[in-house]
């Protein structure tokens, strides 16, 4: 047991030294998982409760932040069509509203800024529960598209951002740009970080059948599948939030100012927890 506990500290020694020297090193991925897997070993092993409330406070937070380039990857699949078809939209309005499905298209329709939506209490509910589908469906196919060796993940970004992007640059081009990030600040920063999330989780499976490194394929994608379903079912919970924010906030007419507020703050708490809670922990 003595040589187990002194084993284990020279592992996380190890894994500290080789991030730093040698992060691109193959064996730096086998001994990430050596260290996970025996931390279990080591250490009591906690109840339920107390690992679910360890997953949601500490875990999600580590698994987001621990790999750093499928979120860039991910960021830049999905916004970088935003802007391209932002631009392309604004400045050909007419091929741009072809492409837009009909319920969209009201962006380019005149409507005062700051004024309630006139949503009753109940349509307000079933709006929310509309909206949390959607967002889950999206963040569902971004995880699940990493299968095909991340193709459809890429794919799902690259769709999204493309509508996203068209309908922003219709709606300025028709004079209508404040209403629409009026409409969808309060929430979509915080929609937008979750499916990055997705995105990275679905593009982390696909990599591991394109690049197992010293495992086989079939391990690779067990081992990433599992961490990849933790992330996608940490984000859904910040769904539920967006879905929230949107059904019942966004139709309440609160104004830009106040929609940027709430927007950048729900999107600055999520990120921030990335960086504080997803710190990994040193040897204890």
Partial sequence: MRRLGAAYRSAVADLALARRRFAGDPVLGRLEQLVDRSRHTVYTSATEHGALLHFFTTG???RIAERPRPLAVAALLLFGPTLLAGFWAWRDPGPASGLVPAQYRTVT????????LGIAADREAALAGQVLTNNLRVAMLAFAGGILASLGTALVLIQNGVLLGA??????????????????????ILEMSCIVVAGAAGLRVGWALVDPGYRPRGDALRDEARVAIQLVLGTAVW????????????PA????????????SLGALFWALVLWRGRSAGPA
């Fill in 253 to 264: 007419g609160l104004g830009l100012p106040a929609a940027l507020a709430i927007g950048a």
């Fill in 109 to 116: 329709e005149p409507r005062d800024p700051g004024v309630d």
């Fill in 60 to 62: 999600y937070w580590r």
């Fill in 239 to 250: 769904l539920v939030v967006a879905g929230i924010v949107e059904g019942f906030v966004t």
């Fill in 167 to 188: 309908v922003a640059g219709l709606s300025i081009g028709a004079g209508n740009g404040r209403t629409l990030f009026e409409l969808i600040t309060a929430h979509g």
